[in-house]
Structures are given as C-alpha cells and as structure tokens.
C-alpha cells in the first residue's frame, strides 16, 4: 500500500514544479474540451430542445435511437471516425487524423446523444402549465420557445455538465484519433494511460489530481453562478 | 342612452376534448365593463369556457366574436387584451419583479413604466414591492403565488380579465385581496371580468350577471340552484325525498335521465307561516342562513337549508323587511312544481 502514498506525496511535488510537457498536456486539455463542448452544445440544444418541444410522426424512434447511442463506446466512436479522416477515408485531404480538431470530432460525436437526450427530456419535462401561461400573457413563436428554453435553464445546466464529465475522462477517442504525440494531441488522460504504463504511478497522479481539480473549479464557478442568478 | 356593447358573443359554440362535448353553449354574451359570474359543479366545463374564450384553446364549431368580430385569425390581437388567471396559477422560476415585467417586455413598454407598474401591481393584490418584488418565485407561500400571478396579470392593463376559481384555494387574506383587486380593476380601468367560483356570496355582490353551465351547457338565469340526488318516478311527477320532506317536479319528456334539477331563485316563494297545501305546489320548511344583496338586480338572495339541500330564493328587499327575515329565522319555501326543470 504504501506506494499509494508514496506516490501521492510525489504528485504533489510534480504539480508545484510542474514541468513543460505536463503543463503541454493540461493546455491541449483545455482546448480540446473547449471545442468539443462548444461544438456538442451549439448542435445539440437546438436539436435536443426541437425534439422536445415539437410533436412530429416518428418521434419516438427518433427518441429511442438518441437513447441508444448515449451508450456509444468511445473505441467504436474512434475508429469510426479514424475510417473517415484517415488518409484513405473520405475526409482524409483535410489533415484531420492526430489533430486537435480531429479529436474534437470524435468527442462530439460521442457527447451529442448526452445534451440532445437530456435537453429533450428537459423541454418535454416542462410543467403544462407553462405553455398556457406564456400564451396568456401574449407570448407566442419564438418568445414562447426562449421562454421555455429559459425555464429549463437548470436542467440543461446539468446536460452540459454530464457531457463535460463524459468529454473530459475519456481515453479511446482522444489515443485513437489524436494518437497521443507529445506536445501536440496529448491530453491529460492519454498521458496517464501512458505513464501509467511506464510504470510512472506519481505523475499519472498529479495528473488524476490536476483533470479533478479543473472538474471542480468548472462546478464551483457554475454553482456560484446559479446561486447569483437564483437571488 | 347608450347600447351596450358585448366583448364576447357566443353562438352555437362547442369543444370537445375527445368524443364527448365539454362545451355546447347556445348563446351566450359577455357585456362590455360587465362583470359575469361563472357557476356550476366541477367538471362542467368553466375551465375550458374561460380558455376558449382567452383563446387558448380552439373551439369546434360554432361562433366566437371578439368585439363583434369573429376571433379567427386574430387570436394573437385578442391574447394580448385578454388575459386569463389560470385555476392552477403557474410562476415562471424568475424573481417576482420578472414574473410581472415579463408581458411588458413583451408589448414593449419602458423599463421606467415596468418599474412602476410592477409595484403597482404588487399594491393592488396587498403586496409591498419592497418586500416582494425581487423574492425568487419559490419563497412563496401559495396565496402569495396565487396573488403574485393575478398582479402579473393586472400589470398588462387587460380589457378583460377572465379569473378561474381565483379564491378556491387560498387562505382568507389572500382572497380578500383578490377580490378587492378584482373589483378595483374593474372600478379604475372598465375591466370586463368574467369569473368561475363557487364563492356564491362575492358573485351575488359584485356580478351583473351569472351564467350556470352545467354539463358544457349555458343556462344563463335562474339555474343557480341545481338539485341533484336519487330523483325517482311516480306517476307524472319524480319525487326527491329530503330526509323528512320531498320535492316534486314535473317528469320531463322522452328518457331524459333524471340526475339534476334546475330551480330558478325567483320562483321560489318565502314565507315565516307555513303557506296552504296545494297539489301542484312543493312547500318546504327549512333555515334561513344567508342573506345577501344581489347587484345585477338589487334583490335579496336567501339562502335555505332544507334538510341539508341548500336552495336560494330571490326576494325584493321590501319583503325581506316586512317580513322581518334575517339569517337563522326558521321559514318556508313554496314553488310550482312545473318550474323544476330537468337538465
Ligand atoms: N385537458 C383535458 N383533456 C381531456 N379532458 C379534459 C381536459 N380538461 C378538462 N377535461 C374534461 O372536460 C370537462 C370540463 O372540465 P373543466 O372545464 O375543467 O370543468 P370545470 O372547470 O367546470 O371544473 C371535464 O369533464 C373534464 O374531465
Ligand atoms: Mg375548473
């Protein structure tokens, strides 16, 4: 056991000094999640509010197939997209495989279902009550839409973050399509896959820790948020 | 002298959810300034009448003038001068200060003028803005809630304001004020006001005009009182036994079932001695326990308690005072039998 804590130890040291390529890690980190989760969220809350919020014929299928792919193996979403970006594939002339956007493509594929799904259920989960009232007041079109988009505001607060948390932990995507090159695509969870397999078990650590404390300086600044816009 | 105008027409008008009608209203119209009393069991259709009349629901057939003019095509135009309180009140997760500035904003009214027009709204209803304007929309109890939705309401300045069940579930305070809003938008700004209650004292007071529905239908006088319970065939007439009395009533034609009498207030005789025996008469005894002013004529409305069954008569208040009536006097009701109409 004591290798935990010895490593533990170890990790903090590394985070206070931390070196170059750590830190190439952390900043590819940041942007890869920063476009993927701009790219799932402007895609996926138009979608998901439209499957909520409209009655078309087939939308239960439409519902059950989203369901079905909130549970899309990263490994599957990977080489799917490596089959289209790779230099043989039908993208492969614009230089996407082991880059940032590459992976970013891949990362959004995987977090659509989430906020499509969530923000669905979120508009469908709506009090009745609200569509009346707006009507009552005058609203209608797309005052009406932003309206009920607005009240559903918390629920797809949570939506962005659960497609944050799948974004940001996962590995199969990220090895697959970035290829995990350093200084260029290697992101703080391919780099603990690695280094974990080199047997480095404190920098793997320090680098669980610094993934972990980005999650929570990310959750704290959107509670405090929410409490200000709750007063 | 001036016509009164109506801002409501109806005309062989129904809805139905499913298969069966929740509304088929021969004729119905809504005086312009006027204040209308909807009354009748739950069920019978209020809530769908006042939606289809702020045109929240879509009718199935038959007329609906707004104005004189049919509501078609300009449900938009009419939404935006008639507003309806809903019977469960509904209170967009803003502060109390955006609930009520949201419909200006949306008819593009300065922020200074929404300043204002919110704390007068929160007046009106008893409502100090300071205290409440900037409350979120969950620290509030549900009288506060259900006040709060009729001031969002009263800040649009509607031209008619249609109110369901606004008093039913909230605490005395709370409907007090409501109904001095109501009736202060009425008084200040010509309100028409069109509201379902069961709160027969206030409509007897401050309507011009009740209308009872009953099973979608419009039984616009005298059908305030509705007696239901085991009627049963004798004979030419259908008898109710009362648990020491009976009430009889002329058999309808064909198989019409018999469940619900209609009993006009203004048929119904009151007197402190028990009035002759007559075959084509009921004659009741019972307990006078209400009395109050109806404004739509000025009469007395009595209410009596005959065995448990609660019947209002209509009397001018000249009889009320020579016959000394007041509430608790034992007395005795009489009515043709012909006048209990089946429904
Ligand atoms: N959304 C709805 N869908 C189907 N039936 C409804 C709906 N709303 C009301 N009804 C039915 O329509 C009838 C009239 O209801 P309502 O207008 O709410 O009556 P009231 O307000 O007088 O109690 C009732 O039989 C009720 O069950
Ligand atoms: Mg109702």
């Not at chain 1, 280094?195 to 993934?211: P, R, S, V, W």
């Amino acid at each position: 056991m004591n290798y935990i804590s010895d490593g533990f130890v170890q990790a903090i040291g590394l985070i206070l000094s931390m070196d170059e390529e750590t830190w190439s890690a952390v900043v590819v980190t940041v942007k890869l999640t920063m476009l993927s989760m701009s790219v799932t969220l402007a895609l996926g809350l138009p979608l998901g509010f439209l499957l909520g919020y409209l009655d078309f014929p087939g939308k239960p299928v439409v519902r059950t197939v989203v369901d079905t792919l909130l549970a899309l193996p990263t490994v599957v979403v990977g080489l799917l997209v490596y089959a289209f970006i790779s230099n043989r594939g039908p993208l492969g002339g614009y230089g996407l495989l082991f880059s940032i956007r590459g992976m970013a493509i891949g990362q959004t594929i995987l977090a659509l279902p989430i906020v499509v799904a969530l923000t669905a259920s979120a508009i469908e989960g709506l009090d009745n009550r609200l569509k009346t009232t707006l009507a009552t007041l005058g609203a209608n079109g797309w005052r009406m839409a932003a309206s009920c988009l607005m009240e559903s505001r918390f629920a797809l607060l949570v939506a962005a973050m659960t497609a944050y948390g799948r974004i940001v932990a996962e590995v199969g995507v990220s090895m697959m399509l970035g290829g995990n090159i350093k200084w260029h695509t290697r992101t703080i969870t391919t780099a603990i896959t690695l280094e974990t397999g080199k047997g480095d078990f404190a920098l793997g650590m320090a680098l669980g820790i610094l993934l972990l404390a980005m999650s929570f300086a990310l959750n704290a600044a959107l509670s405090f948020i929410r409490r200000r816009a709750d007063a | 002298m001036t016509e009164v105008r109506n801002v409501f027409s109806l005309r062989n008008l129904t809805h139905s959810y499913g298969r069966h009608p929740t509304l088929d209203i021969a004729s119905l119209d809504i005086p312009e300034g006027g204040v209308v009393g909807l009354i009748g069991p739950n069920g019978s259709g209020k809530s769908t009448l006042l939606k289809v009349l702020g045109c929240l629901l879509a009718r199935r057939s038959g007329e609906l003038l707004y104005g004189g003019v049919s509501v078609d095509g300009r449900e938009r135009a009419v939404r935006r001068e008639v507003t309806l309180l809903l019977q469960e009140p509904y209170l967009m997760r803003r502060s109390v200060y955006a609930n009520i500035a949201y419909g200006l904003k949306l008819r593009g009214i300065a922020s200074s003028e929404i300043a204002s027009r919110v704390s007068d709204s929160l007046a009106r209803v008893g409502m100090a803005a300071d205290s409440f304007a900037r409350r979120p929309w969950f620290r509030l109890s549900g009288g506060e809630v259900q006040r709060v939705s009729l001031a969002v309401r009263l800040a649009l300045r509607p031209k008619v304001l249609l109110l369901d069940e606004p008093t039913a579930n909230v605490d005395e305070t709370s409907a007090a004020r409501i109904k001095e809003a109501a009736w202060h938008a009425w008084n200040d700004w010509g309100t028409t006001i069109v509201v379902a209650t069961h709160d027969l004292v206030w409509l007897y007071e401050v309507a011009t005009k009740i209308v009872s529905l009953y099973r979608g239908r419009a039984i616009s006088d005298g059908a305030e009182n509705l007696v239901q319970g085991d009627w049963v065939r004798a004979g030419d007439r259908a008898i109710l036994a009362l648990r020491g009395q009976t009430i009889e009533a002329t058999l309808p034609g064909g198989d019409q079932p018999l469940v619900c009498a209609a009993l006009n207030p203004s048929s119904i005789a009151v007197s402190r001695e028990r009035p002759a025996s007559r075959a084509d008469h009921n004659v009741l005894s019972g307990t006078l326990t209400q009395m109050s002013i109806e404004r739509a004529t000025g009469d007395i409305l009595g209410v009596v308690d005959c065995d448990g069954v609660f019947l209002r008569a209509r009397f001018p208040l000249s009889s009320a005072h020579d016959l000394n009536l007041y509430p608790g006097l034992a007395v005795h009701l009489s009515f043709p039998v012909s006048t209990l109409t089946f429904l």
